[in-house]
């Protein structure tokens, strides 16, 4: 069966500092992995998407890696800001088929 | 980037009634649209594929004919969640994919009373 899982369910950090959020995945076969954010309220927003052969890729302050070898990756948040405060979801692909992690809460405090 | 926009952003609704939510694409066509439900705290859980021109495809639970889906054009499909009850209320997303990745509308906040 094909899985995603996130850790931590939920982190608080202050503003300023970095953060790694984990994905760990079960999804064959693999297409690609995606990076989105949600704030409450609202659909998700993609950061980040990496195939096979990518192991890393960025967008502003958010740093994704992936190492399809033990099927993990990683979003790496740098200098976090208030509003980042919101979910993070991995989604990994397989074919068409989206698989949804459940996401990280993350709260960013002054 | 590729927008998407649904309609209403929230609708509160009597039981019984029959509630209709929006999802276009705004800058491209999307042959497939795809509607998604997410309970609190919950990750989105996908509904069913929308097919332009054809019938949809339902994911495994979920009753067709409670939740008709119509995509009658390549920038619009529509969700519409017949005799609608409190546990239908959750939050509706639709997202659509002009190349290889989903763009996701803003949700559909729906809460039945």
């Known amino acids: 069966k094909n899985q995603v899982e996130q850790s931590p369910q939920s982190l608080i950090i202050l503003e300023g500092k970095n953060c790694t959020l984990q994905?760990?995945?079960?999804?064959?076969?693999?297409?690609?992995l995606r990076w989105y954010k949600q704030d409450t309220g609202r659909g998700p927003v993609s950061l980040t998407i990496?195939?096979?052969?990518?192991n890393t890729k960025s967008n502003g302050r958010y740093t994704a890696t992936l190492d399809a070898d033990t099927k993990q990756s990683s979003l790496h948040i740098t200098a976090s800001q208030l509003s980042d405060s919101a979910s993070y979801i991995c989604?990994?692909?397989?074919?068409?088929?989206?698989?949804f992690g459940t996401g990280t809460r993350l709260q960013v405090t002054l | 980037g590729a927008v998407v926009s649904q309609h209403p952003s929230w609708v509160i609704c009597k039981s019984g009634t029959s509630v209709k939510i929006e999802c276009r694409s705004l800058?491209?066509?999307?042959?497939?649209m795809f509607w998604y439900r997410q309970f609190p705290k919950q990750s989105l859980m996908l509904m069913a594929t929308?097919?332009?021109?054809?019938?949809?495809?339902?994911e495994q639970g979920v009753e067709k004919d409670k939740f008709l889906i119509n995509h009658a054009s390549l920038t619009l499909s529509t969700l519409t969640v017949t005799s609608a009850h409190p546990e239908d209320s959750s939050f509706y997303i639709c997202?659509?994919?002009?190349?290889?990745?989903?763009?996701f509308g803003p949700g559909t906040r729906l809460t039945v009373l």
């Open positions: 997202s659509a994919s002009p190349a290889h990745e989903q763009f």
């Open positions: 994905c760990n995945y079960t999804v064959s076969p693999f297409s690609n």
């Open positions: 990496m195939t096979f052969s990518e």
């Open positions: 989604v990994v692909t397989a074919t068409s088929k989206l698989t």
């Open positions: 800058d491209f066509q999307a042959t497939t």
């Open positions: 929308s097919n332009e021109g054809s019938k949809a495809t339902y």
